[in-house]
T-cell receptor, first 115, second 112 residues
Framework: GAGVSQTPSNKVTEKGKYVELRCDPI?????LYWYRQSLGQGPEFLIY????????DSGLPNDRFFAVRPEGSVSTLKIQRTERGDSAVYLC?????????????FGPGTRLTVL | EDKVVQSPLSLVVHEGDTVTLNCSYE??????LLWYKQEKKAPTFLFML????IEKKSGRLSSILDKKELSSILNITATQTGDSAIYLC????????????FGEGTQLTVNP
């Protein structure tokens, strides 16, 4: 079946603008994760959804970052008042249940560039 | 705070060589260790190692977990140019929920 998809694949914006990044998980996966990967680094956890609710949002760097998953499927990561330091690849992953021993399947990511 | 350190950070070999990538970790109440291969953007799953499954093998790739030494190795035999990628190690702990903590990755380049 189809894997995790993310749109857009690339996003260039100006400092101070608002952006939305979309993630469409694998059908039937109840758990969804957002990670951020800076150049030369491994992915860094941002937030985890179990169904519609954010089960763990402790990785969000500040209140400019917010994510939703209103129907328990597609998720949107929203960044307000973007800063140059927000430039990174934003990866989304999903897993079947979100319990332990569930491998996470990653999407191709959105490369965000803040000028 | 969970922590993962990978070594080497980069490695250049010739086709046919065997490579060993290292991963050491600190995690509260270890649950699993995962290896991913990242070629373009999306990390693709390779192995999951747990207390009940400390050795995994798939073709030319194999991985071992050493819970005593808090480390894991990923071996690739008879390397091919298609093995060129970043190899990421990640851990999951009981107290960290379902989040994965990743290392910086090892950039492997296999030259013909």
């Amino acid at each position: 079946g189809a894997g995790v998809s993310q749109t857009p694949s690339n996003k260039v914006t100006e400092k101070g603008k608002y952006v939305e990044l979309r993630c469409d998980p694998i059908s039937g996966h109840t758990a969804l994760y957002w990670y951020r990967q800076s150049l030369g680094q491994g992915p860094e956890f941002l937030i985890y959804f179990q169904g519609t609710g954010a089960a763990d949002d402790s990785g969000l760097p500040n209140d400019r970052f917010f994510a939703v998953r209103p129907e328990g499927s597609v998720s949107t990561l929203k960044i307000q008042r973007t800063e140059r330091g927000d430039s990174a690849v934003y990866l989304c992953a999903s897993s079947f249940t979100g319990t332990s021993y569930n491998e996470q399947f990653f999407g191709p990511g959105t490369r965000l560039t803040v000028l | 705070e969970d922590k993962v350190v990978q070594s080497p950070l980069s490695l250049v070999v010739h086709e046919g060589d065997t490579v060993t990538l290292n991963c050491s970790y600190e995690v509260t109440n270890f649950r699993s260790l995962l290896w991913y291969k990242q070629e373009k953007k999306a990390p693709t799953f390779l192995f999951m190692l747990t207390s009940s499954g400390i050795e995994k093998k798939s073709g030319r790739l194999s991985s071992i977990l050493d819970k005593k030494e808090l480390s894991s190795i990923l071996n690739i035999t008879a390397t091919q140019t298609g093995d060129s990628a970043i190899y990421l190690c990640a851990v999951e702990g009981e107290t960290s929920g379902s989040r994965l903590t990743f290392g910086e990755g090892t950039q492997l380049t296999v030259n013909p």
